[in-house]
């Protein structure tokens, strides 16, 4: 935040701090108050300015209110143009005001995974969908000892920090944790800034950090899965659980096409669109492609068959964020997922699977979107939760195992 701090006067505690007090001078009439020009030191604090006292101000400039035609034009003026400079910086777009994803800066291939250590640690943010696909392929695989996990929280400046007081699971799901891999940092950009040859770029999650030569070993989370799943199987507790099989590996890398653009990062074009343009392009294209995915799940358990794969993975922490989140924040509207015949269903097929459900930290996720991406929701009020977000309705049963081919070949048979 800017700091437009007067050089003179340090004002204890709000945001705006009229300089000058209303005086009587002598050569006034009684009736008629003289004011001295009010000067307003804005302070940099994350304390939110005091409405009363804003109203003060405004009534001490402007009589008992400013007339509601100025006070909107000017608010939307001032909003207007401090919307476009701060989606501009946060969310960069293309030509036609599409959201466009920076690319990740530290990818990795097998032979700079071959490289590493075998001290690894991952960094995480609870509400990231990106980083919720680490934790899950994580948990499914048994690499908790093998790679430990620093939970960040997201801070008010929108960077990921550590907060002191986390560690225990809330409610028996991942919550904030303190355990930094030994680097002592009060956030993550210090950790990235940490690294030998040091990084001054974004501070993203997830990170895998390779504790022994002090490095990031990638940021993105496709490739950290990718290792999880078949990187680490001398370290993993269940080694034989393959997400990625070969014979798969075409049909998950057809299916992560469309949901990467359309749904994963889809979401994301539909929130951070802005035009409107952009925003009709995304929601059509997020739209029809849960009507495939849909249509498709009717006849097939999983996305490519009977086996869980990274497919699923990564179309899971967008569905799991759907209804409670981007429905309404990123306005993807034209249907909640709990109106599709077969989506809802998969979902909680996915979040019934043990260690599932205690990656998904329901109340950070909403925490993390509501209350502190602040360029969609400036008021910071968290809606409530949908009913069909709720750990009860999560736990239904989805009787989706009729759609096994052995259950089928059974129903047959029988
Ligand atoms: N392509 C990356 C995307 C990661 C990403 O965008 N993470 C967001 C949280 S959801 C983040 O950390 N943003 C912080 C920033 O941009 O400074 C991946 O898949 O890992």
Known sequence: ?????????????????????????????????????????????????????????????????????????????????????????????????????????????????????????????LPCPWAHRTLIVRALKGLEKAAPVSVASPGMDGSWEFKEGG????????????????????NLKEVYRSRRGGYDG?????????????????????????????????????????????????????????????VNNGVYRCGFAQTQEAYDMAVSELFDALDLLDDHLGGSRYLCGDALTLADICLFTTLVRFDLVYNVLFKCTKKKLVEYRYLHDYLRDI?????????????????????????????????????DCEDEALLEPHKRQVLSSMDRSMQVTA
């Not at 225990?168 to 355990?179: I, N, T």
């Not at 290792?227 to 798969?248: H, I, K, R, V, Y």
């Open 202 to 262: 974004r501070a993203t999650v997830p990170m895998l950090w390779d504790v022994e030569r002090k490095d990031v070993v990638c940021n993105e989370s496709y490739d950290i899965i990718e290792l999880f799943n078949s990187g680490m199987n001398d370290f993993a507790e269940n080694p034989s659980l393959d997400l990625a099989p070969q014979s798969l590996k075409g049909k998950i890398d057809e299916w992560n096409q469309i949901i990467y653009h359309a």
């Open 167 to 186: 560690g225990a699971a809330e409610g028996g799901k991942m919550s904030g944790s303190l355990d930094k891999g030994g680097n002592g940092c009060a």
């Open 351 to 387: 979040y019934q699977i043990p260690k599932v459900a205690e990656t998904c930290n329901l109340e950070a996720i909403m925490d993390g979107y509501y209350k502190f991406l602040f360029p969609l929701n400036p008021g910071g009020i968290r809606p409530a939760r949908p009913s």
């Open 1 to 125: 935040m800017t700091s437009l701090v007067s050089p003179l006067t340090s004002p204890s505690s709000p945001w705006l701090v009229p300089s000058s007090k209303t005086t009587t001078k002598k050569n006034c009439s009684s009736s008629r108050r003289c004011f001295r020009r009010p000067v307003i030191y804005l302070r940099s604090s994350s304390t939110p300015p005091n409405p009363d006292l804003l109203k003060s101000i405004t009534k001490l400039l402007w009589g008992k209110s400013l007339p509601p035609q100025l006070l909107i034009s000017t608010v939307r003026a001032s909003w207007n143009g401090g919307w476009k400079l701060m989606m501009s910086q946060l969310a960069p777009s293309d030509s036609s005001g599409g959201f466009s994803r920076p690319i990740s800066q530290f990818r990795s291939d097998s032979d700079s995974f071959r490289r590493r250590s075998n001290k690894l640690h991952l960094y995480v943010g």
